[in-house]
């Protein structure tokens, strides 16, 4: 199988991004459904999602992991190391395990510490444009991994998009612009869209042109590879509407809110679990 995935795979939490990894695996033939295994909270969604996806689903984490080669966790991050304390103090896993982690703010030295077996772990930051194939993934890994296991994180996050291995020192800082950012590219949506309600178009009509737009825009930063302020000087006339626009948001310091809403959000990050800046 073309980059296959050896072993089973137990994906605990098909919340969103637990969704999206187990649908990514399916649709690659990255491991059959005999040998991929998910979790959820209740029965009835279990229930749902199995007869949905084709494979196992249950409430029981433990089951779920036992035997797993791969373990992705993707939990909240108060609950990750509980929860992992759990599955090793009960014999769910074992030093072969790769234990892959996409929950903010828990470092990978800290997962090491209560496995209580050395299991080989990866931290991993995707964002929710993951679902339908568009984000936009940090890995790193912990003492014990590898370039194998690094290359099966890849495996399973290259499906949903683009991944990138960052150094974990910058996590926090992922989080807050590519894990929070797309809400911020929501809120800045509908704001658009408000303006144009605003002077007349219809709702759906104003925010189709404002998330198109916006689109546009990060793909032309892509596409060419120049500087956002050279692109955004491309289409600033002088004496024109756009640069009366731009004066309009430069008096509400949208440069300084952006950059301010992303280091608040990584602070935040950074103390997710004991509440405490790090």
């Known amino acids: 199988m073309r980059r296959g995935i050896p072993g089973r795979i137990a994906v605990v939490g098909l919340g ?34 199995s007869e949905d996806l084709g494979l196992e689903i249950t409430t029981n984490n433990f089951e779920a992991v036992r035997g797993a ?6 939990l909240k991050p108060q609950n990750v ?42 931290r991993a930051m995707p964002n929710t444009p993951c ?3 568009r ?28 991944t990138h291995d960052i150094e974990e020192k910058h996590f926090d800082i992922v989080t807050g612009l590519s894990g929070s950012g797309p809400a ?13 309600v605003m002077m007349g178009l219809p709702r759906a009509v104003a925010t189709e042109l404002a998330a198109r737009t916006l ?11 120049s500087h956002p302020a050279s692109l955004k000087d491309d289409v600033t006339t002088p004496g024109g509407c756009t640069i009366a626009g731009i004066l309009a948001l430069e008096d509400g310091k949208i440069r300084s809110t952006l950059a301010r809403a992303v ?5 935040k990050a950074a103390g997710l679990v004991d509440g405490a800046p790090r």
């Open 16 to 49: 969103t991004m637990g969704e999206a990894i187990v649908r990514g695996i399916l649709q690659r033939k990255l491991a059959p459904p005999s040998r991929l295994r998910g979790t959820v909270r209740t029965k009835g969604r279990a229930q749902k999602l």
């Open 69 to 74: 080669s791969t373990v992705v966790l993707c």
């Open 81 to 122: 190391l509980t929860e992992l304390q759990h599955l090793a103090t009960a014999g769910g896993l074992n030093e072969k395990s790769l234990i892959i982690s996409i929950a903010a703010g828990v470092q990978t030295e800290e997962i090491e510490a209560v496995l209580g077996v050395p299991c080989p772990v990866i």
């Open 131 to 133: 679902a339908i194939g």
């Open 135 to 162: 984000g936009t993934t940090a890995l790193t890994g912990g003492v014990r991994a590898e370039a194998k296991h690094l290359k099966i994180a890849h495996a399973l996050f290259d499906p949903l998009g683009v």
């Open 184 to 196: 911020f590219g929501y809120l800045m949506i509908e704001s658009l869209a408000d303006g144009g």
């Open 215 to 225: 689109l546009g825009a990060a793909e032309m930063v892509l596409a060419t590879g």
């Open 263 to 267: 280091e608040r959000a990584a602070e």
